[in-house]
């Protein structure tokens, strides 16, 4: 049974797209987060959730809207695609959001905009 | 803000061979993970250390929380090709532990 699943893992679309990547954790989890890994690998946390309740938002573009129906998911809806979008983007859950024991990921959903 | 420095960056080294690599910090962090990356998959927590000068094992990998909590190591002895990926070191954000910030990590190649 997979803990974090993403759909879908590979996403080619054309600039000025709008498009959206769901995420669903199985581990009972409170807090879910949305990180963008660039081409340098680097991690950058982008939102996070507590019981669907936005609790971070880092300075990301309006462009960039998180929906969390309910604590097991988070989806991320990408209107007006820019080439600079191009990424993998990592969703992940803890058990809550004072949690130190460090997250549980997905595998990621490679995002191309050409 | 906070940021956590890897070093090095890569390497390339052959099976059989010890690795060390290590994430330093000028803010002082309470609690240091350490996570693999594979090639096309999400990160995976390896190790967790939660108090200065800490030293914990999971298998052949160790790592150390310093004592100044300022850095932080991780060795793994004796590599195998399926060592290969990215080790990234992370930390809780000042002020809300539940954000965690990660290193630039350190790319590891392994030769067989």
């Known amino acids: 049974d997979t803990a974090v699943s993403q759909t879908p893992k590979y996403l080619v679309t054309q600039m000025g797209n709008d498009k959206s990547i769901k995420c669903e954790q199985n581990l009972g989890h409170d807090t879910m987060y949305w990180y963008k890994q660039d081409s340098k690998k680097f991690l950058k946390i982008m939102f996070s959730?507590?019981?669907?309740?936005?609790?971070i938002n880092e300075t990301v573009p309006n462009r960039f809207s998180p929906k969390s129906p309910d604590k097991a998911h988070l989806n991320l809806h990408i209107n007006s695609l820019e080439l600079g979008d191009s990424a993998v983007y990592f969703c992940?859950?803890?058990?809550?959001?004072?949690?130190?024991?460090?997250?549980?990921f997905g595998s990621g959903t490679r995002l191309t905009v050409v | 803000g906070q940021q956590l420095n890897q070093s090095p960056q890569s390497m390339f080294i052959q099976e059989g061979e010890d690795v060390s690599m290590n994430c330093t910090s000028s803010s002082i962090f309470n609690t240091w993970l350490w996570y693999k990356q594979d090639p096309g998959e999400g990160p995976v927590l390896l190790i967790a250390l939660y108090k200065a000068g800490e030293l914990t094992s999971n298998g052949r990998l160790t790592a150390q929380f310093g004592i100044t909590r300022k850095d932080s190591f991780l060795n793994i002895s004796a590599s195998i090709p399926s060592d290969v990926g990215i080790y990234f070191c992370?930390?809780?954000?000042?002020?809300?532990?539940?954000?965690?910030?990660f290193g630039q990590g350190t790319t590891l190649q392994v030769k067989p």
């Open positions: 992940a859950s803890s058990q809550s959001d004072r949690d130190s024991y460090g997250y549980t």
């Open positions: 959730y507590n019981n669907k309740e936005l609790i």
């Open positions: 992370a930390g809780p954000r000042a002020g809300n532990t539940g954000k965690l910030i």
